[in-house]
């Protein structure tokens, strides 16, 4: 009977795994299918708690940073930054009137939504700039007066 609520429980915490936006519980489920093995070869409640912890604890402690360190941007793990990573810091000109509200810049042949960081700046038609952060498909821009990065 044990080895049933064991199951049980680790299977609504890979449930509850899905509604979670980190990778933690399911570590709790392992830990949970583990002492159900336990209770199913008959060891003792005690036992069973233990497996439970032991295997949950070594789960974070041996999984966890392995997801955490693939988890992180390019940028910040040191990596070469690709796809949109890469976008931001390139070099842009202004296609249509960049404001607060709207724009078009033209990033290596492409042309982005562009927004200016500041909502009193707008950047005009053949300006040079440079892209600080992406939101979504829209670029937010300022001059191209920042050193290279």
Do not use: N
């Not at 709790?28 to 497996?51: N, S, T």
Request: hydrophobic content about 55%; overall charge negative; some cysteine.
């Amino acid at each position: 009977m044990e080895a049933v609520i064991w199951v049980v429980l680790a299977i609504a915490l890979v449930i509850g795994e899905a509604f979670t936006a980190t990778i933690l519980v399911i570590f709790f489920a392992a830990g949970a299918a583990a002492a159900a093995v336990a209770a199913a070869f008959g060891a003792p409640l005690l036992l069973q708690v233990v497996v439970f912890a032991v295997v949950s604890g070594l789960s974070v402690a041996a999984v966890r940073p392995i997801v955490t360190r693939h988890a992180r941007s390019a940028i910040e793990s040191g990596d070469t930054p690709f796809g949109i990573e890469a976008m931001e810091g390139s070099r842009g000109t202004v296609v249509d009137e960049v404001s607060g509200v709207s724009g078009m810049i033209k990033i290596d042949g492409e042309l982005w939504q562009a927004r200016s960081c500041d909502d009193k700046e707008s950047f005009q038609p053949g300006e040079r700039v440079r892209v600080v952060k992406l939101r979504g498909t829209t670029a937010m821009v300022w001059h191209d007066d920042l050193p290279d990065v």
